[in-house]
């Protein structure tokens, strides 16, 4: 049975899609403001992103806040037309996923194998001129892997792969350029959603987390939880991507939190427990751990820890590489097209300009010249040319796959929730495998084997991000081409500052000296750059032979049972891997989505169609006022810190009504949030007249 769509139904997949903009008309679009403006927000938001990333292992969404200032500044002040204003928003969140994708991996580094002089084997490739050379290379490896599968994934799959993001990013532009109704729906979401997030993370009226964890002592189901981040931007990415993607990825996280963390959680000692959390880099005592007692303040978020993710990662793995070669032949498809069209001159001048790509000569020339570029920088760890060559290529083999996986999963369910660190794992374990087969074993190999893992992460984290990019390009009527040169810049520039960032960063201040802390700053409790610190761990438990194969086994095989049973694994994995806390949320979202079609065809009506249905346009006013309101949070926290303790009204309330009813109130105001969007949901679709 196929998966309805909550973008196209089955019934309209047949027709030609038309865009917004259609192709017989030109606008303005790649035009030097356009691309300068994306270039500064790009820029802003991958500092933002550093920072939270280095902070809390948390990024803040770019593409629709940029969008949102796009349509409300560009238009006024620098008078921009809707493609401009994509190609704005284009150039701008590389920044962003590229700011992700290093902070996650490249501070690693300094946390590898201790060398002779006691350092880090890898500490000395931590400067500005290798964070800069790459985080650009990766940023614009992600970005060639995705023009020749643009076709494939965007395309020809326009039907079952949504694109959350891209499709709210394409309702909030048409939105804005249609004004009247549209523009009024779409701009009520994002005024709740700014209101709830502003009671949420600056007052602290609303908790953030609620939970509900049963005690170690009950003898029916010890140490369940049930918890959600309760988000506006969450519950509006569960309406767009509908019931049944939202269903499956729930229950990934369901069989994690209430099934394998309860059954490990009495099986497994602590004292085990707490060995394994060192394994992967973890200290015990983050969780409460009492050495005498053997018991863990946090049990469940240990265990998960622990082993769950693990077993997530190896589920994520497997389940990508079942979608890769189910989606092979569609790929090669592409690819074959795209050859053809190397000595097709007259058909590529024929091409509409909605699909005009860069040439696959791009692909393959930039392909040659990043491998050329990494095997001729000193800066880039390897001792011979061999050495270089075998990194570079591996780079070049596993970017390709996972920045295919990559597009499929944020197809799914958004970038928000792209598991990269898991296809990081994956990629790490893949990229040990070979290093082990030629005998590359100790220390001394850690920085390639981290410069492999970096290098994906990075493409596959703005891969995803150009795949939401070409999707709202593809909804508004772009050229692919404009919006893929956009990209290229928008890597470049974010790359320039982002190495800056994490350098400055890393610099001890006063007061960090006064601690003791007195070479860097990151890996100190200031910045513990947690992501990184678990690659770093990862790697020297790979190359020293010394990883827990099982766990990731065991998640391989979760993977292909639901494949066996006609659940599409990836899913299923994602929703495995990342904390239930995400996923529920999300659920809740979909749920709703499920019931508006479900009252409004009882009713005789049709359940919503298309991107710019009442609760669609709603639903994407609160992503995209969520993701606005965290990057501003962000900025708070770096500038006026002082001032947002002084906010913080959580303790007063807990003292008056208890951490229970703290955590019911928080509950009570994001079902009113979820009220409020099944009302918008069930109002008539805005008229098309603007």
């Not at 700011?99 to 350092?119: E, H, N, R, W």
């Not at 509900?212 to 969450?234: D, F």
Request: some cysteine; overall charge positive.
């Amino acid at each position: 049975m196929a998966e309805p769509s909550t973008v196209v139904k089955p019934e309209v997949e047949q027709k030609e899609f038309r865009p917004y903009i259609g192709a017989d008309r030109t606008l303005p679009e790649f035009t030097p403001k356009a691309v300068l403006l994306g270039a500064l927000f790009g820029i802003l938001f991958g500092a933002a992103t550093v920072y939270l990333a280095l902070k809390a292992g948390l990024t803040v969404s770019a593409s629709i806040p940029i969008a949102v200032i796009a349509i409300s500044l560009g238009r006024k002040v620098f008078k921009t037309s809707i493609l401009e204003n994509n190609i704005i928003q284009t150039t701008g969140s590389a920044g962003e996923s590229i700011a992700a994708g290093v902070v996650f991996t490249l501070p690693g580094f300094l946390f590898l194998s201790a060398g002779p002089g006691g350092s880090s084997v890898g500490a000395g490739y931590f400067s500005y001129v290798t964070l800069f050379t790459l985080s650009m290379v990766g940023g614009i490896l992600g970005v060639l892997m995705m023009i020749p599968l643009r076709r494939s994934l965007i395309v020809k799959e326009h039907g079952q792969l949504v694109y959350p993001e891209g499709t709210a990013c394409a309702s909030v532009l048409i939105a804005g350029d249609k004004g009247g109704d549209f523009a009024k729906t779409a701009f009520q979401g994002v005024g709740f959603a700014l209101a709830y997030a502003l009671l949420q993370k600056v007052f602290h009226v609303i908790a953030e987390t609620p939970a509900w964890v049963t005690k170690q002592t009950n003898k029916w189901l010890p140490n369940a939880t049930v918890n959600g981040e309760i988000t506006p931007e969450y519950l509006g990415v569960g309406y767009i991507i509908g019931p049944r993607i939202a269903g499956v990825l729930v229950a990934g996280g369901v069989l994690a939190w209430l099934g394998l963390i309860p059954l490990l959680s009495v099986l497994v000692p602590g004292e085990v427990i707490a060995r394994q959390l060192v394994k992967v880099g973890a200290s015990p005592e983050g969780f409460g751990f009492d050495a005498a007692a053997g018991t863990f303040a946090n049990l469940p978020r240990a265990v998960y820890l622990a082993y769950i993710r693990q077993i997530g990662a190896g589920a994520v793995a497997a389940a990508g590489f079942i979608t890769l070669l189910k989606t092979f032949p569609t790929i090669v498809s592409s690819l074959r097209d795209s050859i053809r069209s190397l000595g097709d001159k007259a058909g590529a001048a024929s091409v509409s300009r909605t699909e005009r790509d860069l040439s696959f000569v791009t692909v393959i020339v930039g392909s040659i010249a990043l491998v050329v570029l990494l095997v001729a920088l000193p800066q880039v760890p390897g001792d011979t040319v061999l050495n270089k060559l075998l990194t570079a290529v591996l780079i070049i083999a596993f970017g390709f796959i996972f920045v295919t996986v990559s597009s499929r999963i944020v197809g799914i369910i958004g970038s928000s929730s792209n598991p990269i660190s898991g296809m990081t794992i994956a990629t790490l374990m893949a990229t040990a495998m070979v290093f082990v087969s030629v005998g590359w074993t100790g220390a001394a190999y850690e920085p390639m084997a981290l410069v492999v893992g970096g290098m994906v992460c990075i493409a596959a984290a703005n891969g995803g991000a150009t795949s939401q990019d070409l999707k709202t390009g593809y909804l508004v009527g772009a050229t692919p081409r404009a919006q893929q040169l956009a990209l290229f810049v928008g890597a470049i520039a974010s790359a320039t500052v982002i190495g800056v960032t994490v350098k400055v960063l890393d610099t001890p201040t006063a007061r960090m000296i006064s601690e003791g802390i007195t070479e860097h700053a990151i890996g100190s409790s200031y910045f513990p750059a947690p992501q990184a610190t678990l690659m770093a761990t990862l790697i020297k438990g790979l190359l020293s032979l010394n990883l827990d194969w099982h766990f990731v086994l065991v998640g391989a095989f979760v993977a292909i049972t639901m494949e066996l049973c006609g659940v599409k694994s990836l899913s299923f994995a994602v929703g495995l891997y990342l904390p239930l806390s995400t996923t529920l949320p999300i659920f809740v979202g979909g749920a709703l989505k499920g019931v508006a079609d479900f009252m409004s065809r009882r009713k005789g009506g049709a359940g919503e169609e298309g991107e710019l249905g009442s609760g669609s346009l709603f639903a994407t006013g609160l992503v995209a006022g969520g993701a606005l309101f965290g990057v501003i949070v962000a900025f708070l926290q770096v500038f006026a810190e002082g001032t947002m303790k002084r906010l913080d009204l959580q303790e007063p309330i807990v003292h008056a009504i208890g951490s229970t009813g703290y955590a019911v109130l928080g509950v009570v105001f994001f079902a009113a949030l979820a009220a409020v969007l099944y009302r918008a949901a069930r109002k008539p679709q805005p008229g098309l007249e603007a």
